[in-house]
């Protein structure tokens, strides 16, 4: 209908000053709202970024979802059995080979197997307790983010075989060991092997940089006297978020436990879930706020131009017509205000993706990082759709008025 | 033939604590060609009737023929597709939109009717207003003219759509005797030359004595016709 947007067009214009406000209320809160958008949805993917790159994709252990029915419970068919001394179970994962083959076969991404067992580091009359994680370094580079870490040596350092173990610095610090020296490691079954320290990494979290040691594979079955055993496959997968799907299958191929890092981290992706629901409130606020102008000039609009709405109505134009006329004037006004704010908006964010924060702590080298800015259509896609949706409910309201009003009083007020 | 407009026991009173009573017991039949003039004393109810006729105001009691439809129980869609094709308005003040020009005032209701192509309209409406003497000023806006003048586009726009009907509340109430006359003169003319009908609602006595039929109001009911 034309006709009837020329008409709105012509009030909205006729308004300078007042359209111009509530453009601009409406462009400010499209603006902050993608900025805010822009802000919150970067942060998490950069903090999701960060714990799916530190974290195996999905992580298979030698563990099982419930406890292993013990054969007195398949032998009779009681009720309950009291006193059942349980079996003892072979420990870590069975037959390895087959399993990392079969896993080969169709995960889409690397794997990488460890053994993980308990023992004490000991140097110069000092025991600190460690996980001792038995690694293939080649394998273990692929898949785990420790290799960035090290800010001496590196896992290639353990290639070369011989006794050779790699710790955090702050476990080194604490022992007052360096690299190259030679320290103990006793197992906790009582193994005792002389280690040389050829690297150390800082994650800077101070649990692995204190209390983690990597040495060989083979190495960490001696200490554990369990040849060829293995108790963890840590998998990294080309798609992150196809980890759900490989953990089950691994899990329903394998038997053991498969747990993928959503799992592992279901409360902290909870957490982002509560975030985006405070950030939406947030800017839906914003733009209701920004509504309210529209609702205001619209209001005004519909007030001052109650002669002109008589005068149509009287050459014949029907109550939709008038309602359509509002209800226009309002959307033309969220739509120009997003347009406005699409530019703001992306403005606002440039701005933001210049500011550059240098963070520097004790121990840390001096990192430059950026605010974390993502891009996504769909952020200016829902803002200007909110705000399109708001300038229609602020129009529609005194639009139904004007369609409700009687031209006759107006016409008799005015003579 | 068929009356033009016909009413019968019309009536509408405002609904209040002590209704009032604008107009009662109005019957009559308008055929076309007839030029009436609706007199009274203030208060008396003529604009309350034009307005019933025009379909501006809806009828408490009666009911309101025009070309033989019962516009009892119209929707409004309805009624606003007569307002737009059959009548014709004219108000005591021009009542035009301030924002448009003249002939975007008149081209309007052509418009909203679309039953011309936009070069049609133009000409149309170049027509209409070039027979009104209005033809310099086709192009400046409302504020830009006198009232006569004004007054004479409003006349231009309710003929926009080639109503059968003109229906003209006080239409020389707001202009000085030269301009009345001349709205007049516009007014007879469109009856005597176009066969249309129109009904106007005056005070002046001059223009009433020269319409073909007079009604005259007291109290909301008809007195002598």
Redesign the interface.
Known sequence: M??ILALAL??I??RGRQTLVAIIGVALGVGFSIAMASLMQGGEDDFVARLVDTMPHVDITDEYRSARRQPAQDAFAAVQIAGLRPKDDRRGILNPTEAVAMLRAWVPGRLALSLKTQGVVRYSGRDVGIAIIGIEPQAEMQVSSLAKDFRQGSFTSLIAGGNNIVVGDKLAQRLGADLGTTVTVVSSTGQSCAFKIVGLFHTGTTARDEGEGYVLLKNAQILSERPNAINEIRLKLDDPNAAPQVARRAEAQLGYKAMAWQEANESLLEALVIRNVIMYTVVGAILLVAGFGIFNIISTITHEKA??I????????????MRRLFLLEGLALGAAGSLLGWAFGFLLCFMLSLVRFELSGANVAQEITRLPLAWSIWHYLIAAGFALVSAGVAGYLPARQAARL???DI??G?? | MSALIETKALTRVLPAAVPVTLVQDVSLAIGAGEFVAITGPSGSGKSSLLYLLGLLDAPSGGSLMIEGRDTAGFSDRERASIRLATLGFVFQFHFLLPEFTVRENVEIPMRRLGRLSAAAMRERSTELLSALGLADHLDKRPDQLSGGQRQRVAVARSLANDPPLILADEPTGSLDSRNSEQVFAILDALVRERGKTVIAVTHDTGMAAKASRRIHLVDGRLAES
Not at chain 1, 316 to 321: M, N, P
């Open positions: 034309r006709l012509t009030h214009r006729g002669r002109d008589a005068i149509l109505k009287s050459l014949g134009f029907t109550q939709t017509d009687n031209p006759v016409i008799r005015a003579t």
